[in-house]
């Protein structure tokens, strides 16, 4: 499994944009990239994928490196309830499509 | 509310025993997924059914099993329960078994004593 690098830990403010970096050099041309969040006591929840191009969904934006080696995943404006640990994941195009979760970012929004 | 139930929702038991938990998968779904997170190991795909067929197997230990029935809901069977087997256990379904979102249940939080 294609291997994912995030920050463990990071912090913003309400209302402010959020950046969420995430590194997966050795991507391959076939793997998707996924975010899932947790919020606190709750089980995973998808918030976006992406290919090759940019995605926007009503949740957050996901912006993808040129050579697909990073990207990252922006909240256009946090709000408290986006407290929580955000999974960034490859999974391949065909195949089983288990999740394999790293560490994951634990996202910290001040009030 | 994902649309994807499990039961029970906190569950205690002692070492040695066995245990069933329960997942309902979101309405026409046919994938469902296992995955196991404790405090050392985070979150880990256990074993993964389509269409009542098993699909692919992660770390699931041999005292472990799981299948799932006509209906497309599922059991994961926990047997000679270890205090290492305390973890919240998380039941996801998709649609299909390829690129598609998983959506996951609230778990099932397992303390083996």
């Known amino acids: 499994d294609a291997k994912t690098t995030q920050p463990n830990s990071m912090e913003s403010n309400e209302e402010e944009p959020v950046h969420l970096p995430c590194n997966h050099s050795?991507?391959?041309?076939?793997?998707?990239i996924h975010w899932y969040r947790q919020l606190p006591s709750q089980g995973p929840e998808y918030v976006i994928h992406g290919l090759t191009s940019n995605v926007n969904n009503r949740m957050a934006s996901l912006a993808i490196a040129e050579d697909r080696k990073s990207s990252t995943l922006i909240l256009h404006r946090a709000t408290l309830r986006d407290a929580a640990v955000y999974y960034c994941?490859?999974?391949?195009?065909?195949?089983?499509?288990?999740?394999?979760f790293g560490q994951g970012t634990r996202l910290t929004i001040n009030p | 509310d994902s649309g994807v139930t499990q039961t029970p929702k906190h569950l205690i038991t002692a070492t040695g025993q066995r245990v069933t938990l329960r997942c309902s998968p979101r309405s026409g779904d046919l994938s469902v997924y296992w995955y196991q997170q404790s405090l050392d190991q985070g979150l880990q795909f256990l074993i993964q059914?389509?269409?009542?067929?098993?699909?692919a197997k992660g770390n699931i230990l041999e005292r472990f099993s799981a299948q799932q029935f006509p209906d497309l809901h599922s059991e994961l069977n926990l047997s000679s329960l270890e205090l290492g087997d305390s973890a919240l256990y998380f039941c996801?379904?998709?649609?299909?078994?390829?690129?598609?979102?998983?959506?996951f249940g609230p778990g099932t939080r397992l303390l083996v004593l």
């Open positions: 996801a379904s998709s649609v299909g078994g390829h690129q598609e979102t998983q959506y």
């Open positions: 059914y389509y269409n009542g067929e098993e699909r």
């Open positions: 994941i490859l999974t391949v195009i065909q195949g089983a499509q288990k999740l394999v």
């Open positions: 050795t991507i391959s041309g076939t793997d998707y």
